[in-house]
């Protein structure tokens, strides 16, 4: 059973006639909001994505995948969020063995502080991983996520920014402003490792 494309389609069009709204809005209140503030204030959102890395940095099939599809997601709610007051930042995090505790942590997407499947209201699984399993010389279980039935291994870059969109859409109607970084949306990606030695077999090896 595949993602139903309505839904989707309905929470874009919905992230647009609101970024319309808000941008009427700014328009017109923007003398007095610069007059008190200097400048609008940028709320932040950040897409943080953690994967668990070899020896030599190598990773799993899957990870792999996801990587391209996560960045992927971020140019398009980079750009498409922006005009509402968001600056969408993403934050790229390399595991070992000691901080992660267990191979069910590699591959995990939390955007605005949110794991990924609260906001699709999605569970997470597990499925044997063949790449993994020729990395670490023995059959691995890793993560996967279940949407309407249907396990991702590798995370589409479509329910990456549907999440996003659930999440601008919170920030939004939320009256407290969040503090952000102001100026041109940053394009930029962070790569943090974690753990004793930075390295790490992705078994735990």
């Known amino acids: 059973m595949k993602r139903d494309p309505w839904i989707f389609l ?25 007059a008190q503030n200097g400048r609008g204030r940028m709320k932040s959102m950040t897409i943080k994505w953690q994967r668990l890395v070899g020896d030599k940095g190598q990773t799993c099939d899957r990870c792999g995948t996801t990587q391209r599809e996560v960045r992927r997601a971020h140019a398009l709610l980079r750009q498409s969020l922006f005009p509402l007051g ?7 995090k390399t595991l070992d063995k000691a901080a992660a505790g267990k191979i069910t942590e590699s591959n995990r997407i939390w955007i605005a502080g949110k794991p990924l499947e609260t906001w ?11 790449s ?31 999440a ?3 999440a601008a859409a919170e ?34 090896q």
């Open 86 to 92: 968001i600056n969408v930042f993403l934050e790229e």
């Open 120 to 130: 699709l209201t999605a569970r997470t699984g597990t499925s044997d991983c063949t």
């Open 10 to 34: 309905t929470a874009i069009a919905l992230a647009v006639g609101v970024a319309f709204a808000a941008g009427f809005l700014v328009h017109a209140r923007g003398r007095s909001w610069s």
């Open 164 to 166: 996003g969109l659930l």
């Open 171 to 204: 920030m939004v109607g939320a009256e407290a402003a969040q503090p952000s970084a102001r100026g041109a949306p940053w394009s930029g990606v962070r790569t943090i490792t974690y753990g004793a030695s930075g390295l790490g077999g992705c078994c735990g």
């Open 132 to 162: 993994c399993a020729s990395l670490c010389g023995a059959n691995v279980a890793c993560r996967t996520v279940v949407v309407d039935g249907s396990a991702y291994e590798s995370i589409p870059s479509a329910l990456i920014v549907e």
